[in-house]
């Protein structure tokens, strides 16, 4: 069956520092994979979509690389800011109707 | 710019009850999802809407959960009889087309004494 990992021990990183997520998954090949962030109490707020013909992705600070091979995406933030911390969650499409299967999360923490 | 509007934003109830939770998507979006999400099993897809039309619900629990999408602007999941276990928070998603990124509402904190 389907399987997303992503990292599930908390990210803790020094402000100005580059974040990095990963997205490992299993058994399932999509044709595209989106980040979303989530702050507590909030529905999850869409970031980037990247398709399975595309290498990387960039919007402003962030980052998204999308490793079919290797089954694997890593999302990135530079020059990371205490407002970036939160949960973020890779989702991979399911099928050609919209459906998306998510990753648990990961927390990230910026200090200061 | 309002965005997905669901209500209410907390429910308590007794076990056995039914619940109702409300959901309002973006006008002109065309797809509408409902998920499930607590602490054990993360985010899931109970059910989603293409168009007003149920396109697929395997992820629906049992017969006690049911939703509906009578028109493009207003969908409802109802639980019926609830039970301690449907405790959770529930959001409901809409996008434009199957295949764009999806917006969601702030949920319903889901609560079966």
């Known amino acids: 069956s389907q399987k997303i990992e992503q990292n599930s021990e908390a990210l803790n990183i020094q402000e100005g520092k580059t974040a990095t997520l990963t997205c490992n998954y299993t058994?399932?090949?999509?044709?595209?994979l989106q980040w979303y962030r989530q702050d507590p109490g909030r529905g999850p707020v869409f970031l980037l979509l990247?398709?399975?013909?595309?290498k990387e992705k960039r919007k402003e600070r962030l980052k998204v690389t999308f490793d079919t091979t290797l089954k694997q995406s890593l999302f990135h933030i530079t020059a990371s800011q205490p407002a970036d911390s939160a949960t973020y969650l890779c989702a991979l499409e399911r099928n050609q109707g919209g459906k998306l299967i998510f990753g648990q999360g990961t927390e990230l923490s910026v200090k200061p | 710019d309002a965005g997905v509007i669901q209500s209410p934003r907390h429910e308590v109830t007794e076990m056995g009850q039914e619940v109702t939770l409300r959901c309002k998507p973006i006008?002109?979006?065309?797809?509408l999802f409902w998920y499930r999400q607590t602490m054990m099993r993360g985010l899931e897809l109970l059910i989603y809407f293409n168009n007003n039309v149920p396109i697929d619900d395997s992820g629906m629990p049992e017969d006690r959960f049911s939703a509906k999408m009578p028109n493009a602007s207003f969908s409802t999941l109802k639980i019926q009889p609830s039970e301690p276990r449907d405790s959770a928070v529930y959001f409901c998603a809409s996008s434009l087309s199957a295949n764009q990124p999806q917006h969601f509402g702030d949920g319903t904190r889901l609560s079966i004494l």
């Open positions: 006008s002109g979006h065309n797809s």
């Open positions: 990247i398709r399975e013909n595309e």
């Open positions: 058994n399932y090949s999509p044709a595209y």
